[in-house]
T-cell receptor, first 117, second 115 residues
């Protein structure tokens, strides 16, 4: 079974600065997807960024980028120019690429990000 | 754009009662997932349906059952409620195409409190 580990229960960053959230995972599969979800106090799950394992290029979405190291099974999220609205719980998640009913998400325990003004 | 709709948003039940949570997926989405998120916890997968058939099952208690109806909406039925069932229950939907390259969209969740 796949597992996702987020070793930083809490992180803080100053507004306008950069922060990196860590995520490692364990899988025997060669093809899969990785995600970062943001969960603000409203508890809504919001997709921040996704990465396909077969793509070597790191995904980028505006101020959010990832550092995907497939051999090391590492998938970190970098938030640049942090804003107060980025404060939330961030979950790293894994999903198998194969169908047949195994598209469920496996989540890490989450990292609570605080943005200081 | 239409999103995943869950109802009710909040539900308070007493121990040993029954609760029914509903999920209306995004139109044309054929797959529904249910997740349970306890206080301070990560979401845990419960069960999923593809084209009205159960496609995968996670750590769902035997007291819980679910189904997907002909209009693709899904219901999670929870009986003999326990205090530990208090959680946020998410539904997510996706469109499963031949490439399996799909994104799951989450509803806003149903917050169940068992007293």
């Amino acid at each position: 079974a796949q597992t996702v580990t987020q070793s930083q229960p809490e992180m803080s960053v100053q507004e306008a600065e950069t922060v990196t959230l860590s995520c490692t995972y364990d899988t025997s599969e060669s093809d899969y997807y990785l995600f970062w979800y943001k969960q603000p106090p409203s508890r809504q799950m919001i997709l921040v960024i996704r990465q396909e394992a077969y793509k070597q290029q790191n995904a980028t979405e505006n101020r959010f980028s990832v550092n995907f190291q497939k051999a090391a099974k590492s998938f970190s999220l970098k938030i640049s120019d942090s804003q107060l609205g980025d404060a939330a719980m961030y979950f790293c998640a894994y999903r198998s690429a194969w169908g047949g009913g195994s598209e469920k998400l496996v989540f890490g325990k989450g990292t609570k990000l605080t943005v200081n003004p | 754009a239409a999103g995943v709709i869950q109802s009710p948003r909040h539900l308070i039940k007493e121990k040993r009662e029954t609760a029914t949570l509903k999920c209306y997926p995004i139109p044309r989405h054929d797959t529904v997932y249910w997740y349970q998120q306890g206080p301070g916890q990560d979401p845990q997968f419960l069960i999923s349906f593809y084209e009205k058939m159960q496609s995968d099952k996670g750590s769902i208690p035997d007291r819980f059952s679910a189904q997907q109806f002909s209009d693709y909406h899904s219901e999670l039925n929870m009986s003999s409620l326990e205090l530990g069932d208090s959680a946020l229950y998410f539904c997510a939907s996706s469109l499963t195409d031949i490439s399996w390259d799909t994104e799951a969209f989450f509803g806003q969740g149903t917050r169940l409190t068992v007293v």
